[in-house]
């Protein structure tokens, strides 16, 4: 059974205050007498057909009240198909990813254009995965954009993931995440400037199971660059310290694997614009279609209220001025 609703409950002091003053001028309330005669000499009326006659005007005054309430009965909810991708970004927060070779360093310009991508895919839904040492879902897939660009901005580098680089794990775990979807496109966006070296999955057995998923995953090796440094520390001057990490340190061999098994597409970012790239390329995508619930549909019951309650209203007034022989308002 459909549960009565009421969509503005408080509009119906409006037909109550209407009562009241329909009420006032009915009992000449706050009317002064124009005239005095002796109380011999006026006509006494009948108290009961005053009152039915009011109780026909107040039926009428409370049907609107309740009908400014706007009653309704949910009817169920409209459906709208959406053509949607369901994409996680795989991003590594390893502490490589302060090089200073991308301005300020690799990891801000990754979140940059994570957050520009969102900005052009809105129907999409997006999830975040960060790794390390080990993989962390910074967010589950959502088609809330305000939630995706609030959680871009706090993907960071952080000692609570470890100090290694798990591209098997974070893989996989994306993996098992699009398992659960129902959309026929899936994608996975890996970026990453190292090699992995810890982790219970290997890479190539990550992206194996993501061919079995229909899962598509493009990697992007992000830097490379031999004079590369990240930050370390500060000198007794409290000036910020640098030390070089290896240059060409990313396996684009693995990375190539992984997307050449799953169908997906390889890119180097030494020069900012591999990201901008891979977005082109989703661009492409084949979309898929997913119910989604836009609105609730109600049956308006505020129109028969209204009505009956202003025939009432309007009733009242006849009876007053025919059968009580007054002046009606």
């Known amino acids: ?95 490589s990813m302060l090089a200073d070779d991308f301005k300020p360093n690799r990891l801000e310009v990754a979140k940059d254009k994570i957050a520009d991508f969102v900005g052009l895919r809105p129907t999409d839904r997006i999830g975040l995965i960060m790794f390390s040492e080990r993989a962390f879902t910074l967010l589950p897939l959502s088609t809330d954009l305000k939630l995706i660009k609030q959680m871009v901005g706090e993907i960071d580098v952080g000692g609570m993931l470890g100090s290694g680089t798990n591209i098997g794990d974070a893989l996989g775990l ?75 340190s990313i396996d684009f061999k693995t990375l190539k694997s992984i997307a050449d098994t799953t169908n997906g597409m390889t890119f180097e970012a030494q020069d900012e614009q591999a990201l901008s790239e891979v977005l082109s390329e989703i661009e492409k995508l084949e979309k898929s279609e997913i119910d989604s619930s836009a609105k609730i549909i109600y049956k308006e019951l505020y129109l028969r209220f209204l009505i009956s309650g202003i025939i009432f209203v309007l009733l009242g007034s006849l009876l007053r001025k025919y059968f009580l022989k007054e002046g009606g308002v």
Do not use: H
């Open 1 to 95: 059974m459909k549960e009565l609703e009421f969509a503005t409950i408080f509009n119906s002091l409006w037909g109550v205050l209407g009562l009241i003053v329909w009420t006032c001028s009915f009992y000449y309330l706050f009317k002064r007498p124009e005239l005095l005669v002796p109380s011999g000499m006026v006509k006494k009326s009948n108290t009961g057909k005053r009152f039915g006659v009011w109780i026909v005007g107040c039926i009428g005054w409370l049907l609107i009240s309740y009908s400014l309430t706007q009653p309704r009965l949910p009817q169920g909810f409209a459906k709208n198909k959406i053509e949607v991708n369901d994409i996680f970004f795989v991003v590594d927060v390893s502490r």
């Open 174 to 248: 994306a993996v098992a995440r699009g398992a659960q979807s129902l959309a026929k496109s899936k994608v996975i966006i890996l970026l990453t400037d190292g090699v992995s070296n810890v982790g219970f999955l290997t890479p190539l057995q990550a992206a194996e199971e993501a061919k079995k998923q229909g899962i598509k995953v493009y990697t992007i090796g992000i830097g490379g660059r031999g004079d590369a440094k990240i930050p370390y520390g500060k000198n007794i001057f409290g000036r910020q310290r640098y030390q070089n990490i290896p240059g060409g």
